[in-house]
């Protein structure tokens, strides 16, 4: 048999209100709680606001003053690249007169030669010793001009060392600077902020403010110290093509006067050669007479001897006579060979000073020593 529905439970007026009275006590409650978390909500939001815009403010004025640290770096390597520039440019054009001035050391080397003279004349005189000191002396400034084009171009090496570091820090600088000039003009509401975490892993090995600063002046001071070593090698390098002129000038103007004495000195020999065979070649024609009248004379004392062969004056003046006929041709064979001395030492005398004076001086005029 089917069960009877109960009927609901009937609440009485006082239940009623009583139920309703709950219900609004709870909704105050519950606004009351919420507007203070709200007002809560509202003090926290301000605070961070503030707090967030005074971090900002900080950042800003970090970044401000890093972004004229940066600039301030940056010129002082501008400044720095510009000297090294100038100065590396300076010390190789002075490379460049180094090198001119070993290659012009050649052509005066080539013609310190005197050796094709002959005879009595091949003698180690003024002139030959001041040849050999000029080939020491050329030899010499040879050595010193390659020793210090090897020391400039060491030297120019650094430079260009010095001048790389400066540009790689440089670039760096620029990097830098343009990343934090972009950093200050980018809003806390931007979109597409990198992520704080990421930023963070990637300058993990992040220098301090004090090691990067060291770390440039450090690049500063090295390129000063090689800009300083490079106007010291350029100073030294001004010395020494002065002083290589002057020697080579000093030791070609004393070959010279040298050669010039000689030549001086081998004319008058020459003359007095030329004087002595003309001498000679007198004595020789006035010898040939005398023997010719000795053999006239001796002819003619024949004839009366061959028939008074008892007269013995006759034979002693032909003996006599024979006697000086013999010591005429004696002496004349004599003269004949001091004619040839004479001649073949003249001979000499002409080519010797035909290289003295033709070719040796007329090379030497060639020889231009010049400052580079």
């Not at 000029?134 to 030899?139: D, G």
């Not at 032909?318 to 003269?335: I, P």
Request: charged share 35%.
């Amino acid at each position: 048999m089917a069960e009877l529905i109960k009927a609901p439970r009937m609440f009485t007026p006082n239940e009623w209100l009583c139920a309703n009275k709950n219900k609004y006590g709870m909704a105050n409650f519950t606004r009351e709680i919420a507007q203070g978390l709200n007002a809560e909500c509202d003090r926290a939001i301000d605070e961070v606001k503030k707090r967030t815009e005074k971090t900002m403010n900080d950042v800003d004025k970090k970044l401000d003053q890093r972004l004229n640290d940066l600039a301030y770096w940056r010129g002082e390597l501008d400044k720095k690249l510009q000297d090294n520039a100038e100065e590396s440019k300076k010390l190789r054009e002075c490379i460049v007169r180094l090198q001119k001035a070993l290659a012009a050391t050649c052509e005066p080397l080539h013609i310190t030669n005197q050796d094709e003279r002959r005879g009595i004349d091949l003698v180690a005189d003024d002139v030959h010793k001041n040849l050999l000191r000029e080939v020491e002396t050329i030899k010499g400034v040879q050595s010193l001009l390659s020793r210090t084009i090897e020391q400039a171009t060491e030297q120019y090496r650094l430079n260009q060392k010095s001048a790389f570091n400066l540009k790689k820090d440089h670039i760096g600088k620029q990097s830098a600077f343009n990343l934090d000039e972009y950093g200050r003009t980018v809003s806390s509401y931007a979109e597409n902020i990198p992520d704080a975490k990421k930023a963070a892993s990637e300058f993990a090995q992040s220098f301090s403010p004090a090691e990067w600063q060291t770390f440039t002046q450090n690049n500063l001071e090295m390129a000063d110290k090689q800009l300083q070593n490079s106007h010291q090698m350029r100073n030294l390098i001004e010395g020494i093509l002065i002083q290589v002129a002057e020697d080579q000038k000093k030791q070609v103007a004393d070959t010279n006067w040298a050669l010039k004495k000689r030549i001086t000195e081998v004319r008058d020999a020459k003359g007095k050669l030329e004087e002595h065979l003309a001498l000679t070649l007198k004595e020789i024609s006035d010898m040939e007479d005398n023997i010719t009248e000795l053999r006239s004379t001796i002819r003619a004392l024949n004839k009366p001897a061959a028939v008074t062969e008892t007269r013995q004056n006759l034979r002693d003046d032909s003996k006599l006579l024979h006697d000086r006929l013999h010591k005429a041709e004696e002496a004349l064979k004599a003269l004949c060979r001091r004619q040839l001395d004479l001649e073949e030492e003249i001979a000499n005398k002409s080519h010797t000073l035909h290289i003295d004076e033709v070719q040796v001086t007329g090379m030497r005029d060639s020889i231009l020593i010049q400052q580079y």
